[in-house]
């Protein structure tokens, strides 16, 4: 049988050159890849080789891409490096682009945000209620509002009722808003985080909506806390004509706010005031129920209230036996209480322009002159409602009605 053996022996010789060439194939390609591999990881390396630029992800494209704000100022659409986890990428991640600031090669650690950590008042205000004349009513609003539920949220949930979650205070500028919430902060032990709006426009541009959302985070952690936004106006005001590449910015802001407070439990420990002098150009979407669902007016001050803040404001003075509350309140129809504020400290500079260390009635009818004469009316309001006939405070249907 010799003759089959050498066919077997023919068939195995042509199996094992084969087998060799294809295994020099197989050797010349990886040779290739290797070569690929190298070639592609020093691409890697010059990508991630820094200084590596930081952004913020605003938001993510339904193509992949994103939407960043990169520290060095204007925001981009930027490409998203395949080994990043795309789920990660939600706005207000930190990140880091390659150099050339055209893709996101890398996730950083999410760490407080300087500004917002800025935003606490680490020294709560040492103002009381017993330091701001007159309202009254509004002291006992806010009390019953904001202070009450922090300290004896047991008690509202046995009564079975709801506190506002969001307090407006709103009327002219100068009557006592900002005062009254820093009086609220300084009651309660709570952590008081002040936002002033007109600073999105100025100082957080692009970064709106962002702030906004760590200020509540920032909240939420450290609770029990108030978030104070004053000047609410500069990111409220009524949607009319989005045309403007600011405008969008302000609007995404507010949007972020309104899902902050709809997101929140009112019987949960952040509690949320604002204040503006300009209700009249708030977005209406702000006051509704569930948001902003107490308002409070905060009126300029009544002859009565005028009294207090005379008083008030010369605590620390030496007056003569002439000077009269009573007359001096009379004669500043009108005032607000930083313009009492702003008389008192004139008359204190008359009297030291007279070499005296006691102030006197001539002081103050010279400094009333002067103040209320350089006093433009800003706003109609002053004379438009009568102090008392606007109600202290509207509530919004559906809000709670707390009396006690
Ligand atoms: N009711 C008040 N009692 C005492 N001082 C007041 C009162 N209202 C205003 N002031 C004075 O005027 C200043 C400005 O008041 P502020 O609360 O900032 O007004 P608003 O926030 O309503 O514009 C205060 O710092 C305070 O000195
Ligand atoms: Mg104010």
Do not use: W
């Amino acid at each position: 049988m010799p003759e089959q053996d050498n066919s077997i022996d023919e068939m195995y010789r042509q199996y094992i050159i084969r087998l060799e060439r294809k295994l020099r194939e197989l050797e010349a390609e990886r040779m290739e890849l290797r070569r690929e591999l190298r070639r592609y990881k020093m691409e890697v390396d010059k990508l991630l080789s820094p200084p590596l630029i930081e952004a913020v992800v605003l938001s993510v494209l339904p193509d992949g891409r994103a939407v960043v704000k990169s520290s060095t100022g204007p925001n981009l659409v930027v490409n998203v490096s395949s080994y990043i986890d795309p789920n990660k990428l939600t706005p207000g991640t930190f990140v880091a682009l390659n150099q050339r600031g055209s893709t996101i090669v890398e996730i950083l650690p999410q760490y407080e945000d300087p500004y917002v950590s800025a935003m606490e008042v680490v020294e709560r205000p040492r103002i009381s209620f017993d330091d701001i004349g007159g309202l009254e009513e509004q002291k006992r609003e806010l009390y019953e509002a904001i202070i009450l539920p922090l300290t004896k949220p047991g008690l509202f949930k046995e009564l079975g009722i709801e506190p506002p979650k969001g307090v407006l205070l709103y009327g002219p500028p100068g009557c006592g808003k900002t005062m009254l919430a820093k009086a609220v902060a300084s009651m309660s032990k709570a952590t008081f985080i002040r936002v002033v709006g007109s600073e999105f426009v100025h100082k957080y541009i692009g970064e709106g909506a962002r702030i906004v959302r760590e200020v509540f985070r920032l909240a939420r952690k450290k609770a029990p806390s108030i978030v104070f936004i004053d000047e609410i106006d500069a990111i409220a005001a009524k949607r009319i004509d989005i045309g403007t590449s600011g405008e969008r910015e302000v609007q995404r802001t507010l949007m972020q706010l309104l899902a902050e407070l709809d997101g929140f439990d009112p019987l949960g420990d952040v509690k949320v005031i604002a204040a503006t002098n300009r209700i009249d150009i708030l977005d209406p979407a702000i006051l509704r129920p569930g948001r902003f669902d107490r308002l409070v007016y905060v009126p300029p001050p009544n002859e009565k209230a005028r009294i207090e803040i005379f008083r008030i404001h010369t605590r620390r003075m030496r007056l003569a036996d002439d000077v009269d509350f009573t007359q001096l309140a009379r004669l500043t129809e009108g005032a607000t209480g930083a313009d009492i504020r702003a008389i008192v400290i004139e008359a204190g500079y008359f009297a030291l322009r007279s070499n005296r260390k006691i102030v006197t009635m001539a002081d103050f009818l010279a400094a009333i002159d002067k103040v209320m004469k350089r006093r433009r009316r800003p706003y109609a309001d002053v004379t438009e409602y009568g102090e008392e006939q606007v109600p202290v405070t509207r509530r919004n249907e559906g809000a709670a009605v707390m009396h006690m």
